[in-house]
């Protein structure tokens, strides 16, 4: 069965200071991993995804196969990143069907 | 383009009650997706639509709870009876049909969920 485990239920950095949010997997398979983010009174939202390979408002992801993890970095965090962030897992379910599993979230709050 | 829609926000009802929730995805979005996040916790997959069939319900306690997507379009969720214990946010979601393993052009959009208290 797919885990997904988020360390750190809170999460207090200053702004400008780096910010890493950790996110450790078990899958026996290939997972895709994404991060999910929710700023207040927000709805849930895809922040970025590991195929991508991207950087999203100043966020980069590496999916590190031997460590299973997946950690979000952000080198200068800013006040306005202050928010709940759920990373995720998503697995082939059966046939052509897949099923995205999320971790408990991290809640970040960048102070001024 | 119009989000994910949902309703109601809130609701609060007693235990043994019946509740429903309404959600309407995103146009062309063959994809539905009803989650359950307890406070605290992440979301967790009830039950998954592709259309209007069912591909995903493993997690969805069907001695109380239903849903349906009969048109492949909007789905209803009902719980009946309700316990304490259902008192969550439900989330509903959509996407793109074809979830094919390494796509990333089928994201789920998420709705602002219903808030349920059972008392």
């Known amino acids: 069965a797919q885990r997904v485990t988020q360390p750190e239920k809170l999460l207090s950095v200053f702004k400008g200071a780096p910010v890493e949010l950790k996110c450790n997997y078990s899958?026996?398979?290939?997972?895709?991993l994404f991060w999910y983010v929710q700023y207040s009174r927000q709805r849930l939202q895809l922040l970025l995804r590991?195929?991508s390979r991207e950087s999203i408002k100043g966020f980069t992801a590496d999916l590190n196969k031997g460590e299973t993890s997946f950690h979000l970095k952000k080198p200068f965090a800013q006040e306005e990143d202050s928010a709940m962030y759920y990373c995720?897992?998503?697995?082939?379910?059966?046939?052509?069907?897949?099923?995205?599993?999320f971790g408990k979230g991290t809640l970040l709050t960048v102070n001024p | 383009e119009a989000g994910v829609a949902q309703s109601p926000r809130y609701k609060i009802i007693e235990k043994r009650q019946s509740v429903a929730f309404w959600c309407n995805p995103i146009?062309?979005?063959?994809?539905l997706y009803w989650y359950q996040q307890i406070l605290g916790q992440g979301p967790k997959l009830l039950i998954q639509?592709?259309?209007?069939?069912?591909?995903?319900d493993s997690q969805l306690p069907k001695d109380r709870f239903s849903a349906e997507r009969l048109k492949g379009v909007d789905s209803t969720l009902k719980i009946q009876p309700a316990k304490l214990e259902d008192s969550a946010v439900y989330l509903c979601?959509?996407?793109?049909?074809?979830?094919?393993?390494?796509?990333?052009?089928?994201?789920?959009?998420f709705g602002n969920g219903t808030r349920l208290t059972v008392t």
């Open positions: 979601a959509s996407s793109l049909g074809g979830q094919t393993f390494g796509s990333y052009n089928s994201p789920l959009h």
């Open positions: 899958y026996s398979g290939s997972p895709e």
């Open positions: 590991h195929i």
């Open positions: 995720a897992l998503r697995r082939r379910s059966g046939g052509s069907n897949y099923k995205l599993t």
């Open positions: 146009s062309g979005h063959a994809t």
């Open positions: 639509f592709q259309n209007n069939g069912v591909v995903d």
